[in-house]
Every structure is written in structure tokens, then in C-alpha cells.
């Protein structure tokens, strides 16, 4: 948790956004993100793209809990379910299986409890290279 | 065009990270994010949901440029190829499908004229109700 | 149930690889699918599109489940977690999100227990039109 | 050429459903399978899963061309734009990235000439383990 913590620091994009870790550990991370006027898009709602930033920061730590820190996110599949407007976001994501090198971890994201967002990713260990 | 900055220019999260539409129209898009400190990870190189943020975006500007401006993005594919670490982000999206009421467009990102990331995305006429 | 094995039945494809449904209903469907050589592919494990069959078919059963049975399936994306070489497969899909009009939906498909594929598709009723 | 028509010859699956290789090499291919009855789904349209295959395996053929033949697929994304009904279907693969041991790939599908299915997947050599 502390190791998570340090990490999300150390991202100035995640510091930009606001976003703090709330749990880690066994294949599961979960983040949290207090919506505020600079993430919205020109109709007031979240931006997709602030959605898209926590499941794949969410997948990544869910993902370095059982790989460690020398990852790399492979790809991404998202899907919009409903507008975020107000409160509070909170991203989980679980690993649903791993290999040596890989892990696969679903995501979803909801809104003061509604699910907005579901999503997953393929995480490699980094390859070892010069 | 003019309608794509001022688009641009109404979502505060675009202009909290600085990208610019460099062309609309036809069913394309093309947007630019100089890179600065504030968009990276730990490890120094571009966030992987700044990334996101742009294929999410290019591709709804894509989409929006022939089904008009009342869309929802349904969903997005993104793989990453490799890192971005310096110079200037050019994401450009390009509708391969449309029919009355969704759009399918395909989406590359390139750092300083690099490839570094691929995606897709579905965007929907937004369904008209109360 | 007995709709849902009327549609398999009425599927020439479904009867081509041998699939069979074994629950049906409220937002969640199964199918299993015996492995036999014909659905190899040339090294003797399970063909990758024999395990995209099973994701796009329970995606769409359990979405139809909610929807009715006039659907569109729109995307899909399968992440392979593991061969699979011999025994049964069992495909089990569940809905995460629905609207009046929409369906997402989650897959994994597991040969003899263990989980080989892990996936997602969105379904949209068909659109009323001439 | 004659590599991919001997892999495809030696996939039982490809055989049961029909396909062939039209061009194969330098990190295109395409495959071709003539529609005929038994791949269609309850309302008389090519099944989903037929259009699944010819993107797994047409990507797969796709990256084997730069990759070689020791690989497994890892993730795919399908977007389904119209349905297929008769004719003969094309699905078109080309790399658009690849590295030492990974190649990213998109695939379009075309029933008679109209373009049917959107995809992309990403391929890994196989890692080396006992």
C-alpha cells in the first residue's frame, strides 16, 4: 500500500488529475478521483478521457501487485456505460489471471456508486532488454 | 473547423492538458498535445491515460465531424506500441464506417512522427429521451 | 430456456460446431461446447475463433436475455488467457450494464475448469427501419 | 505463400468452415471463405462467430508473416458495421506495428466488397518455456 502510494506520487500526471489510492494488494488495486470543474468535458459531464486515465492506471496497479513494478500495459478495452456528473469516482480493478510475464485485469469504474464504465487490460512484464 | 476549437476550447480537461485540433472534417480528425512534465508517469515517459485522453477524443471529433455534435462515445480499443517520451503527440482518427446513427473510426497516435499507439472507438447519435 | 435452445437450434452455425445452451435467463447465459478434432487448429489445440464463437454467442444470449431477442451484437474484445486442448468448454456470459436500448455484457470461457478466455461485448436492439 | 496454405490446410477448424489464403507475406494476408448455409445464424446472416474467425485467424496469418510461426494471439477487438449475407467473404490483416517479439495488427472484412467488420488484435511470439 505505502509502495502504491509512493508510485501514484511519483506520477505528476495522476497528481494533475487528483487521483489517490484507496487499496492494493493480491491482484486488486482500487483509486479514487474527486470530480471537479477542470475534469469535464463542454457539457459539464466527466471527460471520457479522465474515465479512460483511471481504468488503465487501475488495471496497471491491480496488475503490478502481482508482477511488480517493471510492467508495461499492453492494451486497453473500454466501454461507456453512463455520463459521470458529480461526486466522487472510484476505479476497481482485479486481476482475473495470470502467467509469469502477463497479467489480464478487468475494471470498473462508478460514480457515487453508479457504474459508468467497464473496462480490461493486458499487462506484460517489461522485456528485459538493452 | 471553427467549430472544433471552440469544442476544444469548451472542455476544460483539453485545456488543462493543452491539446489543440490541428484539422476536422470528412469524417477526420487530427489533434496535437505538446508534452510537458506534468503528463508523465513515474518513470518519465507519457502517462498511458494521456494517451487515452487523446485516441477518446480524436476519435469522438472524428465521429462528431459526420454524425453532428450530439454523440456519445460507446466504446474504445487502445494498444500501446511503444513509449512517448518527448516532443509533440499527434493523434489522428479517421471514420471506416457510418450509418445514420453510429460511426466507427480507427485512431493512430504518433510521438515526433513515431507510431506509439492504436485504437478504435464507436460513437452513437445520443438516444433522444427526457 | 426453451426459447433460448429454439435460437441455438435455428443456428446452422451453432449446429456445425455442436454447441448446446445449459442455462438461459435474467441477465446470464451458458453454453458448453464438447471439443472434438474438427475445431483444432495445426497443433492440436482448440482454434482461437472456435473460443471467439462461444464469447460472441453467450454475449449475445445473455443480452438478449434482457433485450429481447431483436439485438445487434456491436463489438467485442477477447483477451486469450490459455489453450485449451481437450474436454468441454463452457462459455458463461453475464449483462454489467443495460439501458433501454443497450447491453454490456461480460464472458469468460473456461475448457474443463480453467479459465482459457476472458472477454466483453456491447448489444444494441436493432434499429427500427425500412 | 505456400507456408500459409500448408498451416491453413492443417487447421481442421479452417477446413470445416472453408477458408483459404489468397496472399500471404511482409505482414499482410488475406483470407477468402465463400458463405454458404451452414454459417449462418436464426434470421439467415453470416454468424458472428464466422466473422470472428476470419479476423483471428487473418491477423494471426498476418503477424506469422514477420513474427514466424512459433506465436499465440493474445487479445482481439471486433467491431460488427453490417450484417454479411451472400457472396464471398475477404478479411484483409496488415501489421501496423511489431517489435522483437509482438506485432500489432489491424484486419478489415468485406462481404462482396462491402466492408462487414473493423478489427485488431495484438500477437506474441510464444514465450520459451519447458
Redesign the interface.
Known amino acids: 500500500m505505502e509502495l502504491a502510494r509512493s ?1 501514484l506520487a ?8 487528483g487521483a489517490e489510492v484507496v487499496s492494493f494488494g493480491d491482484g486488486v488495486a482500487e483509486l479514487r478521483l474527486p470530480i471537479r ?6 457539457h459539464g459531464l466527466v ?4 474515465l ?6 487501475a488495471v ?1 496497479f491491480a496488475a503490478g501487485s502481482v508482477l511488480g513494478a517493471d510492467i ?12 459521470a456528473r458529480d461526486g466522487e469516482l472510484r476505479a476497481r480493478a482485479w486481476v ?2 495470470r ?4 497479467a ?1 485485469v ?1 475494471c ?1 469504474v462508478a460514480c457515487d456508486g453508479d ?1 459508468c464504465v ?1 473496462g ?1 487490460g ?1 499487462v506484460s512484464l517489461r ?1 528485459t ?1 538493452g
Chains 1, 2, 3, 4 share one sequence.
Open positions: 508510485v511519483a506520477q505528476p500526471f495522476s497528481a494533475l488529475l470543474d477542470e475534469l469535464r468535458q463542454q471527460h471520457g478521457g479522465v479512460d486515465y483511471l481504468v488503465d492506471n496497471t508495461v500495459t499492453a492494451s486497453l478495452a473500454v466501454d461507456y456505460l453512463r455520463p482475473v489471471h502467467s509469469r510475464s502477463q489480464v478487468r470498473d457504474l467497464t480490461s493486458r522485456p532488454s
